[in-house]
């Protein structure tokens, strides 16, 4: 946890200190976001993105010109993984995960042009539910896996302004640090270990 306040503290303070080389005034404006996720688990051993949810949240823009700015949002989102059969095999074994986070991103924008924009950042994100499906029977709480409280991640985004108050956004984030505890591998590497990987689709509704 103290490690995700001081990359926050680290991030907040550097685009400050670029955003006061301009003489501007400071200008927030609120946005609406909802959508989908598609999203995968690094280290489940099933790869694809192939477990779809929601998400839904605010945020606030912050910036001194139109080609920069700071925005800081919390999302409801919902990630995860799905084994998909291969019944044309014989194999019928189905099962999914489903994990809900408030994602807390805080993402420096640059516009490089007036209706697009692209950003990167910093994403902690609080777990609010762990759920399994193993039988098909609907979900359940998660049994034999034990997730940390906090998924530490980074963020890359991009958007573009359809009209004066509505923007279609697509975000990509990952898990930077594991979210759970994996057994001992034969060789360790980065996809050792669970992580979260998540695209989302996104229509923004901006105010003000």
């Known amino acids: 946890m103290r490690l995700v306040t001081s990359c926050m503290l680290a991030f907040v303070c550097a685009s400050l200190s670029i955003a006061q080389t301009q003489e501007d005034p400071l200008r927030f404006s609120a946005r609406l976001h909802g959508g989908f996720s598609a999203t995968q688990v ?52 189905s099962w999914r995960y489903r994990f809900t986070y408030i994602d807390m991103p805080l993402i420096r924008t640059w516009n490089p042009a007036p209706e697009w924009w692209w950003g990167v950042g910093i994403q902690p994100s609080v777990l609010v539910a762990a759920e399994e499906d193993f039988y098909g029977n609907g979900y359940s709480e998660l049994s034999y896996l034990e997730l940390n409280a906090v998924d530490f991640g980074g963020v890359l985004q991009v958007g573009y302004m359809w009209s004066d108050k509505a923007a279609l956004e697509v975000r990509l984030s990952q898990s930077l640090l594991p979210i759970s505890e994996r057994p001992d591998q034969p060789v360790q590497r980065w996809d050792n270990f669970m992580m979260n990987m998540a695209i989302q689709w996104m229509v923004t509704w901006r105010l003000g």
């Open 42 to 93: 690094h280290g489940d051993q099933i790869s694809g993105f192939n477990k779809f949810g929601l998400c839904a949240g605010a945020s606030v823009d912050i910036r001194r010109s139109e080609r920069q700015g700071v925005q800081w949002g919390i999302l409801y989102t919902q990630k995860g993984s799905r084994r998909v059969p291969d019944t044309k095999n014989g194999d019928f074994n």
